[in-house]
């Protein structure tokens, strides 16, 4: 028995020893085409052996020869390698990101696709210190202008594909999360740490099937998930961030040369003091630095990825705390995400889901840009021309001095105090949820079903303290014993749904001698449906009890006499609006053998904002390509790895008449209101006169392109020629102010055209990335954009602006001013250019002309490199643009005269004209015709620029470092947003959509430092 049992034991030692040593260590790197990819699954198949690979794409895993690895990674095609006797197995994964083409409502391979369009990853944009996804783009993107009007923590963005489209209506592309249309101006509650890709659709065969959303392209984002048999992967990112004003170059005067000025002409403090005072005079405010701060903000990311056999899911928590530059300004968000994905045994039925939950809060100055003539409530106003003698340590003695006197000069210290005492605040919940469901009918048939919304719901609160001096000084209007203050809130929600069902089928026959496959057809038909609400309330209260008033409360009980006062009465507003949309559309496309295809679409529209035989719309593409490196010919031309030729034309529409969602819905309508007639007796008056011929703005590109990849596809990237021509273009017309007091009516009143040409290139300088070397990679893009208004209807062919123009033969919005030609000698006045080529000290608005600008770029792009060397890595990102134009106010105040004693001047007042220096770009501080500049180009500027938008120094840590610890790759970087700016431009920031610059809030420069960790 013993013997037997010893033979037994033997038998099992044998069997184990051969499997132990049959086993082995695999270990190898997971690459894409830009580099190592982390995070990618390595299985073994048919097990519920796991590995995943760190930063680095580095992994090791126990396997026999037997074993198949499965290499997987979300977004990207699975691959499978067969052990064998390899210990490294090195893998290079095809990128759903870039041999699949996110196409409207569905994919396609890169071969077959036949669209215009750009792909951003997550690596592109993932560790940018900006708070904004859609900022992260800018200069990323050929032909997607991104400019931003604010430096608020949050603030929206104007985003513009291909040139401006429209004069009244809605310039801004679509922007699709998940399948879920959105509010393409809220995107202060989204975590653009979720974004796994962005895709830009440029041309029609992208956009025509959205119909009337597509008319300014499209952006489809799509969130991150997780890969079915993934193994439960931990994310951790953090950042801590510094933020900080970008200095002027305005030369301002120091307080002691300003003084002496004011002595010079009898006016202010100068006035006052001795020569000797003024040279021992020690207070030199720069106010920049009392209104603005070296923010300091912090970001934490934690994400969760896992998945089984039918299910995977992704879910991430962030919270983001920005603290702006200015004082009082500030963003704080949380938000949630969890996406999920499953599946049946069969692969026939697929549902996923995704849901995002975010709270920001959004806190101000009371509102510093749009209340420029508010000088007390604008710190940004007071930073720039607040004067310099000033101290502003004095606040206590001077904020006083100003309750008793009301003087305009010591504005900063009002400023100061609203700082104290008031607030401005939004608080914005943001809830985007959806589901995407298909199923497998047959081999060619499949039925889909896709649900979305966008919920989006504020609260404004804006308030004064009734103990701040704004509120003492309006309280000693009303009479003694009064108090002050006021407190508004206002509230709104805004719902918006959609809904598509769709039926498609696809089947591939004919398949050639060599095996590939012939013929495709693929037809798709769809019904959707869209509706969207909006409600809004809102409440202000004048006279605020002291003590117990709290900001948000009730506003503490008023006090005054409401039968003598009617300012002590609460006001309060009420307003709703809904639209809708019903489509049923489809697209057809061919291929022959990834060779040859063709692709067209047609939608029909009916949309709310339009009425009888008006309302419906027709929208339709045609697109066709030819994939020429799939030719016998080019078979030994080995340096072409891909060459496609394709071709595009279609139509889109428009029917967002107002650039604002909910703006202009009834204007088919003729709407009354109640209000006063003869006698001010109560009547019914007409507050809108409908325009029942309003129809669809209707946008029709042509588009001709070039995708390639060259020299084993280490040069890579597309080319595009456009022309874009609106017609039927929105805008306000005259009418007699006797029909209706506004004097105006909405109509279609013209055409627009945009011609561009668009390039993006990326070439890997020295490869290859896989090993731990140097790699090296530049990337670049560019694109030009010509604006033409081919015909417009309105009085004299012409719409006056003032200082621009819509005129037929010009480009929308051209600057329309009277050349400034310098000072007059003889005299120090200002000189003009007439309309016949005189010179003229007393132009008139005859004597405007077009300048060939405006604010949009021609030329705009960026180019950068990113390096790895060993575990360092480094990249940066430059952006430009060129062609635009700004009217530079804060310049022109700093040249008049007139604001002496009241406000900072420009040291350049000192080169002014005088009897003994005549030669000179300053004129005299006498001049007559100073008020004339407006008019004019004097102060119109270039404000081209080339920036760093982005630089990045990074370590990414050794595995083997990280062996004896918990994590599995980890990595530090820093960063540099906004680091140098070149321009011609003296304010902060050249980057703007505005016609003019007058106190605004400057983009800033932010640096940070994080961390990423995965466990």
Avoid: C
Avoid at 44 to 53: D, Q, V, Y
Avoid at 422 to 429: A, I, P, Q
Avoid at 531 to 545: V, Y
């Amino acid at each position: 028995m013993k013997t037997k049992f010893k033979g037994i034991l033997t038998l099992l030692l044998a069997l184990v020893a051969q499997v132990a040593f049959a086993q082995q260590t695999v270990t190898g790197t997971v690459s894409d085409a830009d580099g190592p990819v982390g995070g990618a699954t390595v299985s073994i198949k048919g097990s519920n052996t796991f590995a995943s690979t760190n930063f680095d794409g580095e992994y090791s895993i126990q396997a026999n020869p037997e074993d198949v690895l499965v290499f997987s990674y979300v977004g990207y095609d699975a691959k499978e390698e067969t052990v064998g006797n390899r210990t490294v197995i090195d893998v290079t994964l095809s990128s759903a990101l870039e041999e699949v083409v996110v196409q409207a409502y569905r994919t396609s391979s890169t071969k077959r696709s036949n669209i215009a369009a750009n792909v951003i990853t997550a690596k592109q944009i993932q560790d940018r210190p900006n708070a904004s996804a859609i900022q992260r783009l800018q200069g990323q993107v050929p032909g997607l202008i991104i400019q931003t009007a604010s430096g608020q923590p949050g603030a929206n963005s104007t985003i513009q594909l291909r040139g401006v489209s429209s004069i009244n209506g809605n310039t801004e592309p679509l922007i699709i999360i998940d399948g879920i249309p959105v509010d393409e101006d809220a995107f202060r509650t989204i975590n653009p740490l979720d974004i796994e890709s962005q895709t830009v659709l440029k041309d029609a065969a992208a956009t025509a099937i959205y119909g009337n959303r597509g008319a300014n392209g499209v952006i489809i984002i799509k969130t991150k998930g997780g890969a079915y048999n993934q193994e439960l992967q931990v994310s951790y990112t953090g950042q801590t961030r510094i933020t900080e004003l970008i200095d002027t170059e305005y030369d301002l005067f120091n307080s002691r040369d300003y003084l002496r000025l004011e002595n010079e002409r009898g006016i202010g403090l100068g006035a006052t003091l001795t020569d000797a005072e003024i040279n021992a005079y020690a207070v030199n405010t720069d106010w920049s630095d009392t209104f603005y701060r070296t923010g300091f903000s912090q970001l934490h990311n934690l994400s969760l990825r896992s998945g089984g056999k039918n299910l995977n899911q992704f879910t991430s928590v962030n919270y983001t705390y920005e603290e702006g530059s200015l004082q009082a300004s500030d963003l704080q968000r949380f938000t949630v995400r969890n996406n999920l994905n499953v599946k049946s045994d069969n692969d026939r039925f697929n549902l996923a889901t995704s849901l995002q939950v975010g709270y920001s809060k959004n806190n101000s100055q009371s509102e510093p840009e749009t209340r420029n003539n508010a000088i007390y409530f604008n710190s940004i106003y007071n930073s720039n021309f607040g004067l310099p003698y000033f101290d502003p340590n004095n606040y206590d003695t001077r904020i006083e001095e100003w309750v008793g006197s009301l003087q305009a000069r010591l504005s900063p210290y009002v400023t100061l105090d609203n700082i104290l005492f008031n607030g401005n605040r939004e608080d914005e919940m943001k809830i985007i949820a959806g589901a995407n469901s298909s199923y497998k009918i047959s081999d060619n048939w499949t039925a889909r079903y896709n649900i979305g919304v966008d919920y989006r719901q504020q609260t404004f609160l804006r308030y004064a303290d009734p103990n701040s001096a704004l509120a003492r000084v309006r309280a000693s209007f009303i009479g003694p014993g009064e108090v002050e203050g006021f407190q508004t809130e206002s509230f709104f929600n805004d719902f918006r749904f959609n809904s598509t069902a769709s039926i498609g089928y696809k089947k591939t026959f004919g398949a050639n001698e060599d095996g590939s496959n012939g013929h495709t057809i693929l037809a798709n038909g769809y019904v959707e449906y869209v509706k969207a609400h909006f409600k809004s309330f809102g409440f202000s209260q004048t006279g605020l009890d002291p003590r117990t008033f709290s900001p948000g409360n009730d506003g503490g009980a008023f006090i005054g006499d409401n039968e003598d006062n009617d300012e002590f009465v609460p006001t309060v507003n009420s307003g709703k609006g809904s639209t809708g949309l019903f489509s049923y559309f489809a697209e057809f496309d061919y291929d022959y053998a990834d060779k040859y295809g063709f692709g067209a679409t047609i939608r029909r529209d009916a949309s709310s904002r339009f009425s009888g035989d008006n309302k419906w719309g027709t929208f339709w593409s045609v697109a066709g390509r030819w994939n020429i490196s799939e030719e016998a010919f080019m078979k030994d031309v080995n340096w072409v790895n891909s060459l496609k030729l394709r071709a595009s034309y279609g139509s889109v529409g428009n029917d967002r008449i107002a650039s604002t969602y909910y703006g202009a819905l009834n204007n088919t309508r003729t709407l009354f209101t109640t209000g006063l007639s003869y006698a001010d007796n109560q009547t019914f008056v007409r507050s809108q006169l409908g325009n029942a011929d309003l129809r669809w703005e209707s946008v029709n590109t042509a588009n001709l392109g070039i995708d390639y990849e060259l020299f084993n596809r280490r040069l890579r990237g597309t080319l595009d020629i456009y022309n874009r021509k609106t017609t039927d273009l929105f805008s306000p017309r005259s009418v007699s102010t006797l029909v209706i007091a506004s004097g105006t009516q909405q109509a279609n009143i013209g055409d627009l055209v945009n011609r561009g040409i668009e390039l993006g290139a990326r070439f890997d300088l020295i490869i290859p990335k896989s090993n731990k070397g140097f790699d090296l990679d530049i990337f670049a893009n560019v694109s030009y954009n010509e604006n033409e208004v081919t015909s417009i209807d309105a009085p004299d062919g012409i719409i006056d602006n003032g200082s621009s123009v819509i005129q037929e033969g010009a480009q929308l919005n051209e600057y329309f001013v009277v050349p400034y030609l310098g000072v007059n000698p003889a005299n120090g006045n200002l000189l003009f250019l007439d309309a016949n080529g005189n010179p003229t000290e007393a132009p008139t608005l005859d004597d405007r002309r077009l300048t060939g600008t405006d604010t949009v770029p021609d030329f705009q792009g960026g180019f950068g490199f990113e390096m790895n060397y060993n575990n360092f890595f480094f990249e940066t990102q430059f952006s430009f643009m060129t062609g635009l134009q700004r009217f530079d106010f804060n310049q022109r105040d700093y040249y008049d005269i007139n604001n002496l004693g009241q406000t900072q001047l420009s040291s350049d007042l000192t080169r002014s004209w005088t009897p003994t220096n005549r030669v000179t770009d300053m004129p005299s501080l006498a001049a007559t015709n100073i008020a004339t500049g407006p008019l004019s180009d004097r102060f119109l500027i270039d404000s081209d620029f080339l920036r760093v938008r982005f630089m990045q120094l990074g370590y990414n840590f050794d595995e083997t470092a990280l062996d004896k610890i918990f994590l599995d790759s980890a990595r530090i970087y820093v960063n540099a947003e906004n680091l140098v700016t070149w321009t011609k431009w003296l304010g902060s920031d050249p980057e703007s959509t505005r016609l003019s610059e007058y106190n605004r809030y400057p983009t800033p420069r932010i640096f940070s430092v994080g961390i990423d960790l995965q466990f």
